[in-house]
């Protein structure tokens, strides 16, 4: 079945690093991809997205590229703020029809002043 | 324009009491999806409700039920409460294919003792 795998974290930086998340998938077909944010409290938001391969979402300085050949969508940012510490999730849509995104584990970024 | 709104955030319950969890989503928004969040098994999807019929379900027992209503609002029910349903519910709403993404509520924070 589907699934997405994430580097585990949690992720510590000083502010002003670069910033990557690591995230591969397994699907059939052409999924969509998807990043989450969660804050502390909340619940997810929607932070990028990637619906074909080789497209770059983008939003808030994140990137992440569609890589079909190595069934990636890394999450990266030039320069993280603390306010950026927060859970990440990725997520894969499958082409077919189920609707239903599979998630991530989730990757804990904490970002020092 | 308003988002996902889950009341109540925050419930404490006895081992073997009921509980129902209400979810308004976005306006014009057709599919609800509901999902456990813990920090040992992560996101787990329960199920997903479109135009007023479950469409998609997770693998959870039939403890746990939901259903919609006319104007999209969503409840989910969870009866004969164990400890280990304590947990994070999130609510998720979308316009029906899930392609734009999901916006999520802030959840409800379930204890039980």
């Known amino acids: 079945g589907d699934s997405v795998t994430q580097m585990e974290g949690p992720v510590t930086l000083s502010e002003e690093a670069f910033l990557t998340i690591n995230c591969t998938y397994t699907?059939?077909?052409?999924?969509?991809l998807f990043w989450y944010v969660q804050y502390p409290g909340e619940g997810l938001q929607l932070l990028l997205k990637a619906t074909k391969a080789d497209d770059k979402g983008s939003n808030k300085g994140f990137e992440a590229t569609y890589r079909k050949e190595t069934t990636s969508f890394h999450l990266e940012k030039g320069s993280v703020q603390v306010s950026d510490s927060a859970v990440y999730f990725c997520?894969?849509?499958?082409?077919?029809?189920?609707?239903?995104?599979?998630f991530g584990r989730g990757t804990s970024l904490i970002v020092h002043p | 324009k308003a988002g996902v709104t889950q009341t109540p955030r925050y419930l404490i319950k006895t081992r073997g009491q009921q509980v129902t969890l209400s979810c308004s989503p976005i306006?014009?928004?057709?599919?609800v999806s509901w999902y456990q969040q813990t920090p040992g098994q992560g996101l787990q999807f329960l199920f997903e409700y479109f135009s007023e019929t479950q469409r998609n379900k997770g693998n959870f027992p039939g403890r746990f039920s939901g259903r919609q209503f006319s104007n999209s609002r969503s409840e989910m029910n969870v009866s004969t409460l164990e400890l280990g349903d304590s947990a994070l519910y999130l609510c998720?709403?979308?316009f029906g294919t899930g392609d734009y993404g999901y916006t999520f509520g802030s959840g409800t924070r379930l204890t039980v003792v």
């Open positions: 997520a894969l849509l499958a082409s077919g029809g189920s609707y239903i995104p599979t």
């Open positions: 306006s014009g928004h057709r599919s």
């Open positions: 699907a059939t077909g052409y999924p969509s």
């Open positions: 998720a709403s979308s």
